[in-house]
Every structure is written in structure tokens, then in C-alpha cells.
């Protein structure tokens, strides 16, 4: 789905690729100056690995280096960032807090840097393969957060760096079979971010049920130290 205003030719701005299956993929193939337009088109879409498929409901963009304090790239590519300066539609898979695998979709042109954090995800496929792996809890909570979609579908560190487009990686990325009215998609701040705390660089899919809670930014104290003194 290439969002309203844009057709494919000019979304991608020229920049020709050639996607596989003839998947049109150019939403992804997209300047990363345009990564807000790429996140809010993703919603809808559908992912699928190891027996389970979602439909993504809530995402959040990041963009490049000098752009985006919060970006993994905005001081240029580190070993683990890196990924995100190569081809679009690569799955960036990374560990954080020391427990959770975050999953996001590399996008722009190559050489560029920019992601989509895929953050929540209703199962349309495979629900109790799902339920098996994050344990008694409702439909909605299977996919709700990033950390519990890379659960539900069975996603870890062995698959950062794999393609979500040819089928050659554990996940599949597939254009929405139901696009999502632009109506009823909502912006607002990220979550749990400090940096450009303020852009709204969130979307999702309003009222659906799969869509995580907003958490604002708490710092982590260093243990022992004091809470900061209230005037």
C-alpha cells in the first residue's frame, strides 16, 4: 500500500529495484527522507514466521543519521546499526534491557538509513502456536509490544540481517489484503523514547485491541542513587 497522494513511480522517487515474486515492495524501496510515509503504510500489512502470521497495527519510524536523535544511526552506522544502511526490507533484530528482541524493518535507499519498529501485531494465523510461546493470555495480548510480537512469532538474534521479502529468512512481509482507511490511523509520540521525545512518530490502527499502551520516557537510576528531590 502506498499511502494517499503517491503513486508507486513517484514514492519511490525514481529509485527502481526489483522485488521478488513481483511483490510490489516500493513503499519500502521509498527515500528515508519520507520514513513517516513507510510506517504509517506498513500498518496493515501482514508478517509471518515460524507458523504464525499478524496483521501490524501499531509501528513506529526512525530515521537516519543527523535526523533522528532516538535513531540507532543518528551518529553514523555502528556493527550493530549497520544493517540499516543496506537494502530495504531486511529484518533489524536487537536485544534490549538484557531480555526482549526488538523487530524492525529497514526501508529507504541503500546507503541511506532508516526502520519501522514493528510494535504490535494482531495474529490472523496460528493463534495457538502463539499462545504456546507467550503462555495463557488473551488474543490481544499475543502480539501487544514489540517484544511479545518477536515472542509470538518465534523471532530472535538468528534472525537479524535476514530478508523479509524472498523467503530466504524465517519471516515474510506481505502488502495489507485489507488496507487500513487513512481515518483510522492515529499519530502521537513514541514510546519509552528520550531523545525527540516530542515528534509523533507513532501510528496505529485506532481501536484496535492488539495496539500497546503509551509509556513515556522514565530514566533509569543507577541502583543506590536517590529519586530526584521534589521542591
Do not use: K
Amino acid at each position: 500500500m502506498v499511502p494517499d497522494g503517491y503513486d508507486s513511480m513517484d514514492f519511490a522517487n525514481g529509485h527502481t529495484a526489483e522485488f521478488p515474486g513481483g511483490v510490489d515492495y516500493s513503499l519500502l524501496d521509498a527515500p528515508a527522507s519520507r520514513i513517516t510515509d513507510t510506517a504509517r503504510g506498513l500498518l496493515g500489512w501482514e508478517l509471518e514466521a515460524n507458523g504464525v502470521r499478524v496483521r501490524i497495527t501499531e509501528v513506529e519510524a526512525y530515521a537516519g543519521v543527523g535526523e533522528d536523535p532516538a535513531s540507532h544511526t543518528h551518529n553514523g552506522p555502528t556493527p550493530r546499526s549497520s544493517v540499516m544502511f543496506g537494502p530495504a526490507g531486511v529484518l533489524y533484530v536487537y536485544f534490549v534491557f538484557g531480555m526482549h528482541w526488538c523487530m524492525n524493518v529497514t526501508a529507504g535507499h541503500e546507503g541511506e538509513a532508516a526502520a519501522v519498529l514493528l510494535r504490535a501485531g494482531r495474529v490472523i494465523g496460528g493463534a495457538e502456536l502463539a499462545r504456546s510461546r507467550r503462555g495463557p493470555v488473551a488474543d490481544r495480548e499475543l502480539g501487544r509490544g514489540p517484544a511479545r510480537l518477536s515472542v509470538a512469532l518465534g523471532i530472535d538474534g538468528t534472525a537479524n540481517r535476514t530478508s523479509l521479502l524472498d523467503g530466504t529468512g524465517p519471516a515474510r512481509l506481505f502488502p495489507a489484503t485489507v488496507p487500513v482507511a487513512p481515518e483510522s490511523i492515529r499519530s502521537g509520540p513514541r514510546v519509552g523514547v528520550a531523545a525527540a521525545h516530542d515528534r509523533p512518530w507513532r501510528f496505529w490502527v485506532d481501536g484496535d485491541p492488539s495496539v500497546s499502551p503509551y509509556r513515556r520516557h522514565t530514566p533509569r537510576r543507577r541502583a543506590g542513587t536517590a529519586p530526584p528531590r521534589t521542591p
